[in-house]
Every structure is written in structure tokens, then in C-alpha cells.
């Protein structure tokens, strides 16, 4: 599709267990980012990847979370041990430049995981 | 403080009126600017960008940009029930875009 896809769109999962997040971005855009949105808030900012590096990954909130994007284009979010208070919903932006680079984000319809 | 505020509740607007949306931000430094919409369960869309001081015009929406204040304003004229949503202003600086927590907008018919 021309747009950004996440897989899965739903993931109920138990306290403890291991999650994989996918994003495939827009083809041809080297900028993708990572963000996590909980209910009544703005997205909140994980992860920024400038081809296959990634160039801020200041925004993962502790070391349960990682990101790769091995080849420049699908990344994959994991999140090991789940607690419950990483419910929320995550989404994926891809930019042909980056956000600073004037480049406008379009996001996928994002990832919703609740914890039990 | 956070990086970007939006402190206003929802704004209720009757149909064809002015909705008014306010957003301030702590980074100096920041030199990008955008607003974004968001549908309940949806995605963010991105509906203007503004990168100088001053008025930037796109239809019905206008962004407004105070650097000195950090400050950034969008103006939804003649609102129509199509632009019930949450609008998100966005700032970039040190490598990310930062967001604001948003603003429900309901147009009433």
C-alpha cells in the first residue's frame, strides 16, 4: 500500500510476555520514528531512525524496549517482560526528510497493546 | 515544564465560528512547527506547518507564530462538524518532533 502499515493493529498480551510492533514505512523514506500514545494524551516520542541507525533513541522509557531497522526500511519495536503500564497505543511516522528538515510525518493507524 | 503545552479544555464552537487553539513550548531553539489533527481513533494528519514569525494561511486554517513569546495559534474559520477532532501542536528540536497533549474540538450543528 502507498501508506505507513503497523502490524498487528490489536495485541492483548500477559504481564511478563515478549512483543514484536511492526512498522513498514512509505517506500523511499529514511526517516522513521517511533512514538507511543496513551488515552487523552499527545504521542510521546521512543525512538528515531535515519536509515538503519537509530539517531535519538533517548525516548525508550528503560531497557525492556528496543528498536532495529536492519535494512532501512521495515523496524520492528520489541518489548520484553510487558508490564501493564505499557498499554497504550504505538504508532509509527515515516519521513521522506526529517521532522527538522521541514519533512511532514505520516503515521500508520498504529499498534494497540493492552497488557492484562 | 513540559515541551509543549496545551492547557485549554474542550472548545466547544457553534457551526460557521472561529475555533481558536493555543500552544506554547519551552525550547528556544526550535525552528519547526506543526499542527496536527486527530480523529478519535485514528491517526495524527498533519494540517499546517509554519517556520517564520507571523501568519501562515492554508483555507480555513491560519497558524500564527511568535517566536519571541513561544508561541503558536491556529484559527479553524467558518468551523464545520467534519473538524470535531483533537488538534495536536507539534514542535521539533533535538532530533524529534515534540507534542503537546491536544485540544478536543467539537463544531455543534
Known amino acids: 500500500g502507498a501508506g505507513v502499515s503497523q502490524t498487528p493493529s490489536n495485541k492483548v498480551t500477559e504481564k511478563g510476555k515478549y512483543v514484536e510492533l511492526r512498522c513498514d514505512p512509505i517506500?523511499?523514506?529514511?526517516?522513521l520514528y517511533w512514538y507511543r500514545q496513551s488515552l487523552g494524551q499527545g504521542p510521546e516520542f521512543l525512538i528515531y531512525?535515519?536509515?538503519?541507525?537509530?539517531?535519538?533513541d533517548s525516548g525508550l522509557p528503560n531497557d525492556r524496549f528496543f528498536a532495529v531497522r536492519p535494512e532501512g526500511s521495515v523496524s520492528t519495536l520489541k518489548i520484553q517482560r510487558t508490564e501493564r503500564g505499557d498499554s497504550a497505543v504505538y504508532l509509527c511516522?515515516?519521513?521522506?526528510?526529517?521532522?527538522?528538515?521541514?519533512?511532514?510525518?505520516?503515521f500508520g493507524e498504529g499498534s494497540r497493546l493492552t497488557v492484562l | 515544564q513540559k515541551e509543549v503545552e496545551q492547557n485549554s479544555g474542550p472548545l466547544s464552537v457553534p457551526e460557521g465560528a472561529i475555533a481558536s487553539l493555543n500552544c506554547t513550548y519551552s525550547?528556544?531553539?526550535?525552528?519547526?512547527f506543526f499542527w496536527y489533527r486527530q480523529y478519535s481513533g485514528k491517526s495524527p494528519e498533519l494540517i499546517m506547518s509554519i517556520y517564520s514569525n507571523g501568519d501562515k494561511e492554508d483555507g480555513r486554517f491560519t497558524a500564527q507564530l511568535n517566536k519571541a513569546s513561544q508561541y503558536v495559534s491556529l484559527l479553524i474559520r467558518d468551523s464545520q462538524p467534519s473538524d470535531s477532532a483533537t488538534y495536536l501542536c507539534?514542535?521539533?528540536?533535538?532530533?524529534?518532533?515534540?507534542f503537546g497533549k491536544g485540544n478536543q474540538v467539537v463544531v455543534i450543528p
Open positions: 507539534a514542535v521539533y528540536g533535538n532530533n524529534r518532533l515534540a
Open positions: 525550547d528556544r531553539g526550535s525552528q519547526s
Open positions: 511516522a515515516s519521513s521522506l526528510l526529517s521532522a527538522g528538515g521541514g519533512g511532514e510525518l505520516f
Open positions: 517506500s523511499g523514506h529514511t526517516a
Open positions: 531512525f535515519q536509515g538503519t541507525g537509530a539517531a535519538d
